[in-house]
């Protein structure tokens, strides 16, 4: 989960500074500018998953920060729409950065709470490595549409579109695999549910 969320999210950050510079003529200060207020959005996100209880089931918490994640993303290209502000991309990254700032310690806390106690270390460090990895991955795939962009004379919006878009359903893939969060007994009860 951390790694999918964190492979949307940042993959998708990256870009943006980039976007603003190259195709709306913005000074590098201002465009950065940007990513500065995800700070103060992805606090918000954690100061209110801070209020649920600890021993509470997670995953719905997740399942929500990663749909905000998902319809931030996909609003971002609206910053490159000519007729628009292109500063309007800061409501989108804000409100991406709350999703963040839900999901992000709430999986902490769902894999520390569903964790035998000498295995919590373990599972921890894999929280890293996973969103490390993942995120690395999908910075290089990401990489490689833009620099073929520009090999083919170019970025224009629509290379923009294609990274923020592909960002999108990554975090679309998070939110549908965070039901996956819940205890083994809660998904059987559920399933069993249904089938009866």
Request: glycine share 10%; with cysteine.
């Amino acid at each position: 989960m951390r790694g999918i969320l964190a492979a949307a999210f940042f993959g998708g950050e990256a870009f943006i500074p980039l976007s603003l510079v190259d195709q709306r003529g913005l000074t590098v200060m201002t465009a950065g500018l940007v990513l500065s207020v995800s700070a103060i959005g992805w606090w918000i996100g954690s100061y209110t998953q801070s209020r649920i209880p600890e021993s509470a089931d997670r995953s719905r918490v997740v399942r929500i920060g990663a749909l905000v994640v998902c319809v931030s993303l996909a609003t971002l290209p609206l910053c490159l729409v000519p007729t628009l502000p292109p500063m309007i991309c800061t409501a989108s990254y804000f409100v991406g950065s709350i999703g963040m700032g839900l999901s992000f310690p709430s999986i902490a806390v769902q894999t520390l709470r569903l964790s035998p106690e000498d295995e919590q270390g373990k599972n921890s460090a894999a929280l890293q490595i996973g969103d490390a990895i993942l995120s690395s991955l999908a910075l290089g795939f990401m990489g490689a549409i833009h620099s073929s962009a520009i090999a083919a004379g170019g970025a224009t919006p629509r290379t923009y579109d294609t990274i923020w878009w592909l960002a999108a359903c990554i975090a679309l893939v998070a939110a549908v695999v965070a039901a996956r969060m819940r205890p083994i007994q809660a998904r059987g009860r559920i399933g069993a549910l249904t089938t009866s």
